[in-house]
């Protein structure tokens, strides 16, 4: 696995082209669509047959026909933020920048791609490569596996890389997470209050939705921290109220929208559950309707010890000491914010792993999706060995 590593190496000129070229040419959501058509030019180059899947998603297959398969991501979208950032290979697209630094992830996957193809004798199984849209939207993996990406080959394991600048983490530096649920589920709520409106002077003629939501505001927040044990780690946010037009009009109807993060699927469920009742009965109460509804966002992150063992161990023989802890680097045990490779993560063994593509401490002080974000090319060679000792280690692990 070591020789991989020198092989990348010799990479990292034409790697950081790429990367250049993807940053400079960043799409939105779903709509990777000249992304992928590079992306398959690329792979085509390297002698593989890759295959649109589920739109402007790219799969191929490397490795033999048989065994055991194992997929590895890198997601190409980019974020609707205008580039601020000190580069010369700025965004050309105004109101476009790839600030999550899915640049990155194509590009080092790219990297992998070649590193396989190269090595091909010694795969012990099947690597499936999927360069995958719409991670921001949160619906990309969810679109793919609706696409059959987990099937023909039939998938056994998944793994995926996030880059990460703005902490004071040493930059090439490969982060691993323990086992667990990793990462938070993410759903967006909207409470619909149907009230009656009516004088300012008058309520007793009206029914006042404002009213109504000042108490479900209350019960949800009482919900929380009475109903869920303490271990349960579970954000509600309500960050939107909407209501009235004027200082003496009592308005017909009152909107509260919000967000839900947990750890927990039961906690989940739930909570979403939970919300739909008190609003419903405390709308009936006082005379009023009400309806809750959500837009699933991604599930809990499930980090399996069947990936992320296997794979640190392959990691740490070829990269030493600069694998390091997921808590000690990033001073939490999980990650913040979502990622929607947790569907892909609900349905077969997956893990993420980060890799520092910035120290806080050597000048790249902004994270990711901030307008002046940067991401250091220096790690692009490291990123793409890792992809491919990844896969290979889990296959020989597994096989
Ligand atoms: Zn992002
Ligand atoms: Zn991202």
Redesign the pocket.
């Known amino acids: 696995m070591e020789e991989i590593l020198e092989q990348a190496n010799k990479l990292q000129n034409e790697l950081t082209e790429i990367r250049h070229h993807i940053h400079r040419h960043p799409e939105l959501g779903l709509e990777t669509v000249k992304t992928a058509d590079f992306v398959i030019e690329k792979l085509k180059d390297m002698g593989y047959e890759p295959k649109r899947i589920g739109g402007n998603g790219v799969i191929a297959t490397v490795g033999k026909q048989t065994g055991k398969c194992f997929l590895i991501r890198g997601d190409m979208d980019a ?1 609707p933020i205008e580039e601020q950032a000190d580069v010369d290979y700025k965004s050309e697209v105004p109101g476009r920048m790839h ?4 640049d990155m992830h194509t590009t080092m996957l790219l990297g992998a791609a070649k590193l396989l193809k190269e090595n091909e004798e010694q795969i012990n199984g099947i690597v499936k490569l999927l360069f995958q849209p719409g ?2 939207i949160m619906n990309g993996a969810k679109s793919m596996i609706e696409a059959g990406v987990l099937e023909n080959p039939k998938v056994d394991g998944a793994f995926m890389f996030h880059v990460v600048s703005g902490f004071p983490v040493p930059t090439g530096n490969i982060i691993c997470p323990e086992p667990g649920n990793r990462a938070s589920s993410n759903d967006a709520f909207e409470i619909h209050i149907q009230g009656k409106g009516g004088h300012g002077a008058m309520p007793e003629k009206s029914v006042d939705p404002i009213n109504v939501a000042v108490k479900v505001y209350e019960a949800i927040q009482a919900m929380q921290c009475r109903e869920l044990p303490s271990s349960q780690d579970v954000t509600i946010s309500l960050c939107q109220i909407e209501a009235g037009s004027a200082f003496n009009i009592i308005p017909d109807t009152a909107i509260m929208r919000g967000t839900l993060r947990t750890f927990d699927e039961s906690t989940r469920n739930y909570v979403l559950k939970r919300m739909a009742e008190l609003a419903d009965g405390i709308a009936t109460l006082y005379h009023a309707s009400a309806t809750a509804n959500s837009t699933e966002g991604s599930p809990t992150f499930h980090v399996d010890g069947s990936v992320v063992i296997p794979v640190r161990k392959a990691l740490e023989k070829v990269f030493g000491d600069t694998v390091v802890d997921f808590e000690q680097a990033i001073g939490v045990k999980s990650m913040p ?1 979502s990622e929607d490779f947790a569907y892909i993560a609900q349905k077969v063994p997956g893990a993420f792993f980060f890799i520092s593509s910035g120290n806080s401490e050597d000048g790249y002080k902004y994270s ?2 901030h307008p002046k974000v940067r991401c250091s090319d220096e790690i692009l060679y490291r990123g793409a060995a890792a992809y491919a000792i990844a896969a290979m280690a889990w296959l020989d692990h597994n096989n």
């Open positions: 974020l600030a999550c630094g899915h991670e921001e914010g990711m999706h």
